[in-house]
């Protein structure tokens, strides 16, 4: 055991090479340990959050509006009402009398307000408890506004962020199917699991509107309802973030034949193998030839950029703590590319087939861990020699305080890392916090009357340690 | 004026656990524990981590269905158990949350069975405080959280025995006087602070100390639990004190200057915060009074550094059209400071339920609209409508500032968008002098067309 903090933490943490069992993963996260997940309202939110035209009203206190407005990165090249903060802010006499009311009051007044296409409805911890039937409300709601009014039923105790994927993709499911569309291509997908942060799916879907190929909604990155109303009508669903959509993708499989490939938008191999990956799921010559033609072009136009870093970093050791599996492992390739170890792989919602693949595709002696704490994190990154941590904001400062440079791949980050184009912002990234200036600065100041006997006044004044805390 | 909507639209405030996580940590070697769902957890240490860029570990019981469904007991034991294992820590402040208060779980019931059967449990000090999120703000959580620690740690001496805590911090025997922060204010606020008090040689006890704690310096040993805050023997030696002045509790219900007076007759001065000429000459007049010692010379020029910049910035400042949003008492320090320098406040809001707030306002500014439970969109509405030439709160101001292309000052928590959150000195006569400034370059950049 490489750390052992926590008791009942064991089969969550291992490294590769170790003769154990499967680690355990996807379940209740150990009290008092300070999980990094959140819960099931955060799982739907971020999955349903950046559909730009939708009111997504939240039913429940004001605490979890409040800290879910406004705070991620994912973009809108129209629509902002997305941006705003709904709450039913529900107060003591709600709680013990009900909210239903107030809830369908707030959908009317809202409805009238903002005139938006759909309306999602989360339903919080207390309304799980209190018993809100927020189906019927809905229900009711839909009929009389004449929109769809979707309930997400992401009370945050009732699983981890994995069951909030899912009450959104039923949510989304809802939706879908209830448009009539014929696509202008006759080559037409969906992108699933792209949440257009920092604008990352506008550096993906010209590379497939130049192979000829329409599509149709992006769930749910940049995202209108109407797109997501008549998804149903593409042929195919390719799947990025696969923890928050593969099941979705197989709902959609279920109802409406359309089948799904998983493929990855960030790293030059995995979005030439995402091209390629379409190209052949239509099996068209003259598309396949068009993704050779743009993979060669575009290869040849980031590489030189990318290569002046990669020389940079080559030889670091990286750490990746992820929300789900699927970016942890194309970063796992990413970093590959960029001649980088990956000495610690984690993830806040990883299954077991997750954790089969990462620890197929990691080295030997690569840490990987489930579900995290910062006292874990803190150990593992000093002892694994961590030159770079990737993950999310909460972690960014326990880098930083270890001396350790750190890079954000997470919902909140503000450059985008996908396409090609990704790929070079990406190696810039890693390439200007790895090789900052501030890690060579000496923690400790060299006192020139350190150890001076004839000085009485020693204190603050220690051996003097040149070596900085980043080597 | 319209009626109170039945929905928040962009809310500027938040719930009440998140109040109580800036008064644990200012304590010595205290964790917080929320006893509630994971994602309580998560989501307020990124909302604190993202404002003062530093680590922040709040714990949580993780509570599950089935613990929503029994009760919370045994995760509530066990998250305790893990955070005493993990951070060793002296203090657990433990803050109840929606879930937790609405299956009706008994904390400190929970809370002292766990001390009988755990003993590991033997040297940790518990505060548990109720918290939750529908009731009401974060105001009222900072609030309920500070007196729940002086309510559970403040002791008189044992008869016979000694002071729980020997001498006070400048070698002196008599007794101190208790700093109570009463509302949110910067690791640099409390930094300035406890300098002056220094300066001045007063004996006193501060409370809560987050000047370290969310504001830690680089070292090459990071602990778990980061180093500073309020000492606990200082905190059960606030009963002796020989008076307690609680700075930021102008408009606040009865908080822990009240118990101490109340249970200790400690006598107890609640003063607004200490922004502004009067309001920094009003503390500095009470402390004078209550010990009998001049302020320190140095701090009557940095007085008169502020009057100089005062009179400085006064055209370009005058008659400015402002509108003043976020936490009451910071909210009544800034209107003051904009009085006092000929500026128009127009709209003075709080997300908090408030009416002692709406008062106190109506006496600084009364042609202003007042406006409390207020949330963004119904600020919006007033910026709007009454030619505002400024905003002065929390960076969630930012998409009615943009939207109304009005510049937009930022002052208090949350600030996610800016650097200097935690380096951000708005009391005392510096700290105004640094508000003027910033007041007077947001005008001027303005007119410039600068940035917002």
Same mark, same amino acid.
């Given at each position: 055991m490489i750390v052992k903090i926590f008791e009942g933490r064991e089969g969550h943490i291992q490294q590769k090479g170790d003769d154990c069992l499967p680690l355990s993963c996807n379940n209740d996260s150990l009290a008092?340990? !300070?999980?990094q997940r959140a819960c099931v309202y955060s799982g739907a939110r971020v999955v349903l959050n950046p559909l730009t035209d939708a009111l997504h009203l939240v039913h429940g206190p004001i605490g979890c509006a409040a800290y879910t407005? %406004?705070? #991620? +990165?994912?973009?809108?090249? +129209?629509? %902002?009402?997305? #941006?705003n903060s709904f709450s039913t802010d529900m107060k003591e006499l709600d709680v013990v009398f009900g909210g239903e009311k107030k809830l369908a009051a707030a959908l009317r007044e809202l409805a009238d307000r903002f005139h938006p296409p759909a309306i999602f409805v989360y339903s919080t911890c207390i309304v799980g408890i209190i018993g809100d039937d927020l189906g019927t409300v809905c229900k009711k709601a839909a009929e009389e506004l004449g929109i769809p009014v979707l309930p997400v039923k992401s009370e945050g105790f009732r699983g981890n962020k994995n069951e909030g994927y899912k009450a959104a993709c039923n949510a989304l499911f809802e939706l879908i199917g209830t448009r009539d569309y014929t696509p202008k291509s006759r080559y037409s997908i969906n992108l699933l699991g792209e949440y257009n942060v920092a604008g990352d799916v506008w550096s993906v879907k010209p590379f497939f509107e130049e192979m000829g190929?329409? !599509? !149709?909604?992006?769930?749910? +990155? %940049?995202?209108r309802v109407a797109e997501i109303q008549r998804a149903h009508a593409a042929r195919l669903n390719l799947v990025q973030c696969s923890g928050s959509m593969t099941y979705l993708a197989k709902k959609m499989e279920e109802k409406y034949a359309i089948p799904y490939k998983r493929i990855s938008f960030f790293g030059l191999q995995d979005m030439a193998s995402a091209l390629r990956t379409a190209a052949e799921f239509f099996d068209s010559p003259e598309m396949k030839e068009k993704a050779e033609e743009i993979i060669v072009r575009e290869t040849a136009r980031v590489t030189p950029r990318i290569e002046r870093h990669h020389a940079r970093v080559s030889g670091k050791k990286a750490a990746i703590y992820m929300g789900g599996a699927a970016k942890a492992v194309s970063l796992v390739r990413a970093f590959q590319e960029m001649g980088m170890d990956v000495v610690i792989i984690g993830t806040q919602t990883g299954d077991r087939d997750d954790y089969e693949k990462i620890a197929y595709i990691v080295k030997d002696g690569t840490v990987i861990i489930d579900d995290a704490n910062p006292l874990e994190l803190k150990e593992l990154l000093i002892k694994q020699g961590a030159d770079l941590l990737v993950a999310g904001v909460k972690e960014r400062f326990l880098a930083y305080k270890l001396g350790i440079a750190f890079c954000d791949f997470n919902h909140d980050r503000t450059i985008s890392f996908e396409g090609f184009d990704g790929m070079v912002n990406f190696a810039r990234e890693v390439d200007i916090t790895i090789n900052s200036p501030v890690w060579q600065l000496p923690v400790k100041r060299e006192s020139p009357i350190a150890g001076r006997s004839d000085l009485t006044i020693s204190a603050g004044v220690e051996d003097v340690i040149q070596e900085p805390c980043h080597s | 004026m319209l009626s109170k909507s039945l929905a928040t639209v962009n809310p500027c405030s938040m719930c009440m656990p998140m109040g109580s996580v800036l008064v644990f940590r200012g304590i010595e070697n205290c964790m917080t524990l929320f006893h509630g769902s994971q994602g309580c957890s998560t989501y307020m240490r990124l909302y604190l981590a993202h404002h003062f860029r530093e680590p922040v570990d709040i714990a949580s019981s993780a509570l599950s269905e089935k613990g929503a469904v029994y009760g919370g007991a045994a995760n509530l034991k066990q998250g305790l158990r893990n955070v005493i294992k993990g951070y060793n820590p002296k203090a657990i402040g433990i803050a109840t949350t929606c879930l937790a208060e609405t299956i009706g779980d008994d904390v400190p019931q929970i809370v002292r069975e766990f001390q009988a059967e755990e003993p590991l449990a033997k040297d940790v000090t518990f505060i548990s405080v109720s918290t939750p999120?529908?009731?009401?703000s974060h105001e009222v959580g900072y609030r309920v959280a500070l007196k729940n620690l002086v309510q559970t740690l403040a002791r008189k001496p044992e008869p016979g025995g000694g002071r729980t805590s020997g001498l006070t911090n400048n070698g002196r025997i008599d007794g101190r006087i208790n700093i109570l922060v009463g509302s949110i204010v910067s690791p640099a606020d409390v930094r300035y602070l406890k300098r002056l008090l220094d300066d001045w040689g007063l004996g006193y006890i501060l409370l809560p100390d987050i000047s370290e704690t969310f504001d830690a310096p680089l070292s090459e040993d990071m602990p778990r639990i980061p180093l500073g805050g309020t000492p606990l023997d200082d905190i059960r030696d606030?009963?002796?004190?020989k008076a307690t002045v609680t700075i930021g509790g102008l408009v606040q219900e009865p908080g822990a200057g009240d118990f101490l007076k109340k249970e200790f007759e400690i006598p107890h001065t609640p003063l607004p915060l200490p922004i502004g000429l009067e309001y920094c000459d009003r503390l500095v007049a009470c402390l004078e009074e209550l010990t009998g010692e001049a302020m320190p010379e140095g701090y009557e020029r940095e007085r008169g550094r502020l009057l100089d910049t005062m009179v400085d910035a006064h055209k370009i400042v005058a008659d400015a059209r402002t509108a003043v949003f976020g936490d009451t008492e910071t909210v009544l320090g800034l209107t003051r400071l904009m009085t006092e320098l000929g500026m128009r406040p127009q709209i003075i809001a709080t997300g908090a339920i408030n009416p002692a707030f709406a008062e106190a306002a109506a006496k600084l500014a009364p042609d202003s609209r007042i406006m409390t439970g207020a949330d963004y969109s119904e600020i919006a509405e007033e910026v709007s409508t009454r030619g505002i030439d400024l905003m002065v709160g929390p960076f969630t101001g930012r998409q009615t500032a943009k939207k109304e292309k009005v510049p937009l000052l930022r002052v208090g928590l949350p600030n996610h968008d800016r650097f200097g959150a935690s380096h951000q000195l708005m009391l005392g006569y510096e700290g105004t002098m640094h508000l003027v400034d910033r007041l007077a370059n947001a005008l001027i950049e303005s007119k410039e067309g600068g940035p917002a």
């Amino acid at each position: 055991m490489i750390v052992k903090i926590f008791e009942g933490r064991e089969g969550h943490i291992q490294q590769k090479g170790d003769d154990c069992l499967p680690l355990s993963c996807n379940n209740d996260s150990l009290a008092g340990a !300070v999980s990094q997940r959140a819960c099931v309202y955060s799982g739907a939110r971020v999955v349903l959050n950046p559909l730009t035209d939708a009111l997504h009203l939240v039913h429940g206190p004001i605490g979890c509006a409040a800290y879910t407005w %406004d705070i #991620r +990165g994912a973009s809108s090249s +129209g629509p %902002d009402l997305y #941006r705003n903060s709904f709450s039913t802010d529900m107060k003591e006499l709600d709680v013990v009398f009900g909210g239903e009311k107030k809830l369908a009051a707030a959908l009317r007044e809202l409805a009238d307000r903002f005139h938006p296409p759909a309306i999602f409805v989360y339903s919080t911890c207390i309304v799980g408890i209190i018993g809100d039937d927020l189906g019927t409300v809905c229900k009711k709601a839909a009929e009389e506004l004449g929109i769809p009014v979707l309930p997400v039923k992401s009370e945050g105790f009732r699983g981890n962020k994995n069951e909030g994927y899912k009450a959104a993709c039923n949510a989304l499911f809802e939706l879908i199917g209830t448009r009539d569309y014929t696509p202008k291509s006759r080559y037409s997908i969906n992108l699933l699991g792209e949440y257009n942060v920092a604008g990352d799916v506008w550096s993906v879907k010209p590379f497939f509107e130049e192979m000829g190929i329409e !599509v !149709v909604a992006t769930l749910t +990155g %940049d995202a209108r309802v109407a797109e997501i109303q008549r998804a149903h009508a593409a042929r195919l669903n390719l799947v990025q973030c696969s923890g928050s959509m593969t099941y979705l993708a197989k709902k959609m499989e279920e109802k409406y034949a359309i089948p799904y490939k998983r493929i990855s938008f960030f790293g030059l191999q995995d979005m030439a193998s995402a091209l390629r990956t379409a190209a052949e799921f239509f099996d068209s010559p003259e598309m396949k030839e068009k993704a050779e033609e743009i993979i060669v072009r575009e290869t040849a136009r980031v590489t030189p950029r990318i290569e002046r870093h990669h020389a940079r970093v080559s030889g670091k050791k990286a750490a990746i703590y992820m929300g789900g599996a699927a970016k942890a492992v194309s970063l796992v390739r990413a970093f590959q590319e960029m001649g980088m170890d990956v000495v610690i792989i984690g993830t806040q919602t990883g299954d077991r087939d997750d954790y089969e693949k990462i620890a197929y595709i990691v080295k030997d002696g690569t840490v990987i861990i489930d579900d995290a704490n910062p006292l874990e994190l803190k150990e593992l990154l000093i002892k694994q020699g961590a030159d770079l941590l990737v993950a999310g904001v909460k972690e960014r400062f326990l880098a930083y305080k270890l001396g350790i440079a750190f890079c954000d791949f997470n919902h909140d980050r503000t450059i985008s890392f996908e396409g090609f184009d990704g790929m070079v912002n990406f190696a810039r990234e890693v390439d200007i916090t790895i090789n900052s200036p501030v890690w060579q600065l000496p923690v400790k100041r060299e006192s020139p009357i350190a150890g001076r006997s004839d000085l009485t006044i020693s204190a603050g004044v220690e051996d003097v340690i040149q070596e900085p805390c980043h080597s | 004026m319209l009626s109170k909507s039945l929905a928040t639209v962009n809310p500027c405030s938040m719930c009440m656990p998140m109040g109580s996580v800036l008064v644990f940590r200012g304590i010595e070697n205290c964790m917080t524990l929320f006893h509630g769902s994971q994602g309580c957890s998560t989501y307020m240490r990124l909302y604190l981590a993202h404002h003062f860029r530093e680590p922040v570990d709040i714990a949580s019981s993780a509570l599950s269905e089935k613990g929503a469904v029994y009760g919370g007991a045994a995760n509530l034991k066990q998250g305790l158990r893990n955070v005493i294992k993990g951070y060793n820590p002296k203090a657990i402040g433990i803050a109840t949350t929606c879930l937790a208060e609405t299956i009706g779980d008994d904390v400190p019931q929970i809370v002292r069975e766990f001390q009988a059967e755990e003993p590991l449990a033997k040297d940790v000090t518990f505060i548990s405080v109720s918290t939750p999120s529908y009731a009401a703000s974060h105001e009222v959580g900072y609030r309920v959280a500070l007196k729940n620690l002086v309510q559970t740690l403040a002791r008189k001496p044992e008869p016979g025995g000694g002071r729980t805590s020997g001498l006070t911090n400048n070698g002196r025997i008599d007794g101190r006087i208790n700093i109570l922060v009463g509302s949110i204010v910067s690791p640099a606020d409390v930094r300035y602070l406890k300098r002056l008090l220094d300066d001045w040689g007063l004996g006193y006890i501060l409370l809560p100390d987050i000047s370290e704690t969310f504001d830690a310096p680089l070292s090459e040993d990071m602990p778990r639990i980061p180093l500073g805050g309020t000492p606990l023997d200082d905190i059960r030696d606030s009963a002796n004190s020989k008076a307690t002045v609680t700075i930021g509790g102008l408009v606040q219900e009865p908080g822990a200057g009240d118990f101490l007076k109340k249970e200790f007759e400690i006598p107890h001065t609640p003063l607004p915060l200490p922004i502004g000429l009067e309001y920094c000459d009003r503390l500095v007049a009470c402390l004078e009074e209550l010990t009998g010692e001049a302020m320190p010379e140095g701090y009557e020029r940095e007085r008169g550094r502020l009057l100089d910049t005062m009179v400085d910035a006064h055209k370009i400042v005058a008659d400015a059209r402002t509108a003043v949003f976020g936490d009451t008492e910071t909210v009544l320090g800034l209107t003051r400071l904009m009085t006092e320098l000929g500026m128009r406040p127009q709209i003075i809001a709080t997300g908090a339920i408030n009416p002692a707030f709406a008062e106190a306002a109506a006496k600084l500014a009364p042609d202003s609209r007042i406006m409390t439970g207020a949330d963004y969109s119904e600020i919006a509405e007033e910026v709007s409508t009454r030619g505002i030439d400024l905003m002065v709160g929390p960076f969630t101001g930012r998409q009615t500032a943009k939207k109304e292309k009005v510049p937009l000052l930022r002052v208090g928590l949350p600030n996610h968008d800016r650097f200097g959150a935690s380096h951000q000195l708005m009391l005392g006569y510096e700290g105004t002098m640094h508000l003027v400034d910033r007041l007077a370059n947001a005008l001027i950049e303005s007119k410039e067309g600068g940035p917002a």
